[in-house]
Structures are given as structure tokens and as C-alpha cells.
């Protein structure tokens, strides 16, 4: 069982930068693949990244790629999500989830956290 809960969401203007953090509960975050997804109002959750438990693989949705980094640190039990150049249409519930692959494939993941709010104003 993992516990996994999200943070540093918030409203910022376009252009601006902000990282989340999502902090596993329990010894076994390492044994698990991390992916960011998030859902705006009105639409279906989409998978942004995924990382492999030793963080040598990632994998990013071409709507965010080469603007956010997914990045881990096995020894904090936390993932997280830089998101640089953000745009008002990256205004949506950021989650993350746990699974045992890495991959853009929601299905796959069995844990999940609560989501954070990210806002951006144009």
C-alpha cells in the first residue's frame, strides 16, 4: 500500500514556473514506476510524465515536453514535476499515481493521490 499526496500547486501567471512535489507513504516508493497526469474542468484526466523506479527512464506527453521535467529522489520518497513556461491551458488538478510500469497508460497505475490545483492567468 502507498500513500501518495501532492503539493505545491497554486495560481501563477503565464510564463511563471512551478514544481510539485508528491510524498509516498511507506519503503517501497522505490519499487514503483511515477507518473503525473491532470484533468482539467470539463475534460479527461491525461497523462503528462512517467518515471522508472531507478529514474533512468522517463517518458512525457508531447503537450508538455520540453517544458516539464519529471524527476525523483528515492532516498525523500518523493516525485516531482517541474513545470516551466506554464500556459492558461495547463490549468487543471495535477495528480500523481504509483504503478509497476512506466507508461502514459492510467490503468497501470494503482495508486493515486488526492490532486493539487494549478491555476494560471493569463
Known amino acids: 500500500q502507498v500513500q501518495l499526496v501532492e503539493s505545491g500547486g497554486g495560481l501563477v501567471q503565464a510564463g511563471d514556473s512551478l514544481r510539485l512535489s508528491c510524498a509516498a507513504s511507506?519503503?517501497?516508493?522505490?519499487?514503483?514506476?511515477m507518473g503525473w497526469f491532470r484533468q482539467a474542468p470539463g475534460k479527461e484526466r491525461e497523462s503528462l510524465a512517467a518515471?522508472?523506479?531507478?529514474?533512468?527512464?522517463?517518458y512525457y506527453a508531447d503537450s508538455v515536453k520540453g517544458r516539464f521535467t519529471i524527476s525523483r529522489d528515492n532516498a525523500k520518497n518523493t516525485v516531482y514535476l517541474q513545470m516551466n513556461s506554464l500556459k492558461p491551458e495547463d490549468t487543471a488538478v495535477y495528480y500523481c499515481?504509483?504503478?509497476?510500469?512506466?507508461?502514459?497508460?492510467?490503468?497501470?497505475?494503482?495508486?493515486w493521490g488526492q490532486g493539487t490545483q494549478v491555476t494560471v492567468s493569463s
Open positions: 499515481a504509483a504503478g509497476p510500469y512506466t507508461t502514459a497508460s492510467q490503468e497501470r497505475y494503482n495508486y
Open positions: 518515471i522508472s523506479r531507478s529514474g533512468v527512464s522517463t
Open positions: 511507506g519503503r517501497t516508493f522505490s519499487s514503483y514506476s
